[in-house]
Structure formats: C-alpha cells, structure tokens
C-alpha cells in the first residue's frame, strides 16, 4: 500500500525553481531515503509535502488522498509529521512544555500524558530532563526533542530532515537506531541526509535527487554499492 505519492512537483521560491519536476513513491511500513548534495532540493520536497513550501505543478497523495498545497496545519492532523532542519524546538521553553506543543490539537490530559510517555520509552533522557529548557540541552537532545515532538502526534508517516546534522558519530548511531525502531513500531519514514552512508544502511529504498530532480534510485543496498553515489555523496 503506497503512503507517499509524490507525482512530477515543481516548486518555486520566488523565481528560483527548486524541484523541477520530483517523482517518487513511499510504501506502508518503509524507510525511504532522499540524499542529495547541498541545494540540491531535499528540504523543499519535504517542505512541499507538508505544507511549507507552495507547489505549483504535480501532485501529491497521501494515503490515495490529495494533499497538494494542504496546509502545514492540516497535513499534521492527517499523520505526516516534519521534523524540519536545524530541529527548531522552542529553545525558551522546558522540554516538557516542547512536548505539549507537539500536540497541539490532542485533547484530554490522560490521552497527553500516555504520549509523553510512550515518547520517553524512546528518548529517556527527555524524561530525566523534563524541566529543563530546550536551548540548553545539547544538539543530539536536541533533535531527541524534535523527534520526540513530532512523535506526540503519533504520525503514520514521519519526514526527518537532516536528523545527523552537526552530531557527533555516536549521537549519529543513536539517532538512527532510534529511527529503525520507530520504524519496526510501524511508522513510515521519509528520511532527508546528507550523510548518505548512514542513510542508506537503514533504508529500504533511497532517491538520489540532483539540481531539483530525482537522478536515480534504488534499495539501499543497489545505492550505497553504486560507483556514482559513492563518487559523489560517500566520499
Ligand atoms: P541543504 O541540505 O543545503 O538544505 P537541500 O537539498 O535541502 O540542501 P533546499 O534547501 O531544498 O536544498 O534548496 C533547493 C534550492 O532552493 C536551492 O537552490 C536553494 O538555494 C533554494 N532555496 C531554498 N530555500 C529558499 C528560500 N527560502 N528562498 C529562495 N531560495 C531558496
């Protein structure tokens, strides 16, 4: 059953066209990857999937359903949550007070409450530090907080951009190996990184996109042995 479908988009900042025309597809229950060089466009087709960026050309369908230029409110409440760039958590508020944020729309303290917690079986250390402010928690608890954030919504289909950006190598491992288990619990990923080894070793599938296009695909496996990719994003 396909999740994501993402049919020939084009989306502009202004007069700069940054996708030029992106197709690609994400099944039920996959880990699908995006690499790409810097600027190549792996933020705006997140972007233009949740409602943060204006698409003016193609399609996009979620669960068979369209939801080209939806809001970024609305895609949230359909189960797609986007844990953008640079995390952007609330660095004036505590950790828990990040928390509540991310469920917004979630009524009923007992139904909160069970989230925090299922999120804290994955991120412990944001229970240790319940109380205290996100911007001074260190980069990989961080982005534990926007994962964590984004998971108190319970999404189907979870978009990561860059979730390795400026971690340290064994952060890095955590992250991912908290993803595989997200995953293995059933939710959807579309992950975004310009670390592609790490990327490629979880996925299932993986995109290459190159100047606002997909250049080329494969298992993750095909991707990470391919001499191009290796050439240009493994080096
Ligand atoms: P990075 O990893 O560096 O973020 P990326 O693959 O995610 O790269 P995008 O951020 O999607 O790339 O950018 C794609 C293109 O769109 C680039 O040429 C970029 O300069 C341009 N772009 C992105 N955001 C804006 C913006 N707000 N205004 C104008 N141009 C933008």
Do not use: C, W
């Amino acid at each position: 059953m396909t999740v994501l479908e993402v049919n020939n988009i084009e989306t502009y900042y202004g007069a700069i066209q940054a996708l030029k025309g992106v197709s690609f597809q994400v099944e039920r229950g996959e880990i699908v990857t995006l690499i790409g060089s810097n600027g190549a466009g792996k933020s705006t087709t997140l972007k233009s999937i949740s409602g943060l960026a204006k698409v003016k050309k193609g399609a996009i369908l979620y669960n068979g359903q369209d939801i080209t230029n939806k809001q970024a409110h609305e895609t949230t409440l359909m189960g797609i949550s986007h844990v953008p760039e640079g995390r952007r958590i609330f660095a004036n508020l505590t950790v828990k007070e990040n928390l509540l944020m991310g469920a917004f729309s979630v009524k009923g303290k007992a139904v909160i409450e069970e989230r925090m917690e299922n999120v804290f079986t994955y991120f412990p250390r944001l229970k240790e530090r319940m109380n205290q402010k996100g911007g001074t928690m260190s980069g990989g608890e961080q982005q534990m907080l926007a994962i964590g954030r984004a998971l108190m919504m319970q999404p189907n289909l979870l978009m990561l951009d860059e979730p390795s950006m400026g971690l340290a190598p064994i952060v890095v491992e955590q992250i991912f190996e908290i993803i595989l288990q997200l995953n293995e619990m059933g939710i959807t990923i579309l992950l975004v990184e310009q670390n592609a080894y790490q990327a490629l070793s979880i996925a299932h599938r993986g995109y290459v996109i190159q100047n606002g296009e997909i250049v080329l695909t494969g298992t993750g496996k095909e991707l990470a042995e391919n001499e191009e990719v290796k050439e240009a994003y493994l080096a």
